[in-house]
């Protein structure tokens, strides 16, 4: 009997596992892309249920520019604050916003460290023990941002020529771990499902990729997350380092361009919070011709020049020119000013990419931007197939989390009275070789019980 309880149980785990493989498949994500350099992806799973906004936003274009609330903007809702609707001057209309840090009601002011217009709040000029803070700045006219950690008391680099800041806690992913330690009595409620709104950075990219993400809480359709589910919910986009704002009601995404307030704030409407994060979309008037070469092995030598190489840039096929020797200068019109990134690839070669930035001061002096690769022979290393695709998590996707954690009901908001925290267990998904190992070992535990009292009756 005991070895058939064994069994089962052993059963049940692998049952368990392959729930997790359906959990995953019901995840979907509808992408759009608003502006140029602006991307949202909205992340449904109805199993949990769960609803998550993210924003990715290239930072290294011009035609991208950050905002952060002025001391005099406080105490407005996200939409309000987009919308310049105090009228203070220097606002910027934002066509894509968030709400910022955690805040004192009486006064709106903010836990931790808050710049905006390049000026510091009186009443939030400094950084403390408690938090940690996104800072940007555009030297040279172009984005800089900085992300610090809250185990950090610093005030931005000067090299950043900083713009604004917006403070925020606790850190959810650093170095491109998910964190998993959070204190139960911070107001965040760590350990609660409950709506969240999160800032973080690409670093493996040079800081090239600015991550907001709003999650949805409190509501039938969509009951929110845990901080630690939202850290490797990011770690797991490839974000390096990500920072939670406030919470709760305050949680709001706004894109102008689909309509205002994307997401659904727990409230029912939008909440008045101390800062916002905004930013503006403006076209640029300069525009540039990407062009250059492929080399076989060696850079600059034209009998090296390749004749059947494929290049993208920025994912647009380039075009080649005809004269003689046809086929050895590529060619990309209508790029804007930012980072950009060239691919080449050609038979019997590996393939290869080159990137730089290409500023709007680069384009007024020539309109011909150079930008030469260098393959080598070889090919390109096959898929990693040491892990079965079915359980494998690509780089882009965010985890299951459906079965993950319990279906808990709504609390209360950060900072409300009556909130409560807990503590949390991190659950990691059992992989189909660890849930047959355990049927396997178990099934032979119980077979070696079952003889041995077997072969005691018969004594």
């Known amino acids: 009997m005991r070895s ?20 995953r498949a019901t995840l979907q994500a509808t992408t759009t892309t608003p502006y140029p350099g602006v991307t949202h992806v909205v992340y ?29 903007e406080r105490g407005q809702s996200v939409s309000d604050f ?10 910027v209309p934002s066509e894509v916003a968030i709400n910022g840090d955690l805040f004192a009601p009486l006064g709106f002011v903010p836990a931790g460290l808050a710049i905006g217009a390049t000026t510091a709040w009186s009443d939030a000029a400094t950084d403390n023990a408690t938090e940690g803070y996104f800072a940007f700045g555009r030297p040279d006219d172009v984005n800089q941002v900085y992300l610090s950690l809250p185990s950090a008391i610093e005030q931005p680099p000067a090299a ?9 806690r606790a ?7 998910a964190q998993s330690s959070f204190d139960a009595a ?15 950075v690409d670093n493996a990219t040079g800081a090239h990729l600015l991550f907001l993400a709003v999650v949805d809480g409190d509501q039938a359709d969509s009951l929110g997350m845990t901080a630690e589910e939202l850290g490797s919910f990011l770690s797991g986009l490839g974000v390096s380092d990500a920072l939670e704002l406030d919470g709760g009601g305050a949680s709001t995404l706004y894109l102008k361009k689909e309509g205002g307030v994307v997401s659904s704030p727990s409230d029912g409407v939008e909440r008045q919070v101390a800062n916002q994060l905004g930013i503006h979309y403006g076209v640029s008037p300069y525009r540039a011709s990407v062009v250059g070469k492929v080399f076989d092995s060696q850079f600059g030598n034209d009998a090296k020049a390749l004749t059947t190489a494929v290049v993208t840039v920025d994912g647009v096929l380039s075009t080649w020119n005809t004269n003689a020797p046809a086929h050895t200068v590529y060619n990309v019109d209508n790029v804007t000013p930012h980072y950009v990134c060239a691919h080449a690839s050609a038979a019997g ?21 150079y930008l030469s690769l260098v393959v080598y022979p070889g090919q390109d290393p096959p898929p990693d197939m040491s892990v079965p695709p079915d359980f494998a998590m690509p780089h882009g996707g965010p985890p299951d989390l459906a079965s993950s954690r319990d279906a808990r009901a709504p609390g209360m908001d950060a900072g409300e009275p009556g909130g409560s925290g807990g503590c949390g267990v991190a659950r990691t998904p059992l992989s189909p070789f660890h849930a047959i190992f355990i049927v396997v070992f178990l099934g032979a535990a119980g077979l070696r019980r079952r003889r041995k009292t077997r072969a005691h009756e018969r004594r």
Not at 4 to 23: H, Q
Not at 171 to 177: S, Y
């Open 44 to 72: 449904v799973d109805a199993t949990v249920p769960l609803k998550v906004h993210v924003v990715t936003i290239d930072v290294t274009s011009q035609e991208i520019h950050l905002y952060a609330t002025q001391s005099a």
């Open 160 to 168: 950043l020529a900083t713009e604004g800041v917006v403070g925020g």
């Open 349 to 369: 070669f590996k393939s290869a990419q080159q990137c730089r930035q290409i500023t709007a001061s680069d384009i007024q002096a020539s309109q011909i931007q």
């Open 171 to 177: 850190l959810l992913v650093a170095g491109g771990q």
């Open 82 to 91: 987009a919308a310049c609707k105090k009228g203070v001057a220097g606002c």
């Open 186 to 200: 911070d107001p965040t409620e760590p350990f609660r499902s409950g709506p969240r709104t999160a800032i973080g």
């Open 4 to 23: 058939l309880l064994v069994l089962c149980l052993a059963l049940m785990a692998l049952l368990l596992v392959l729930g997790e493989r359906d959990a």
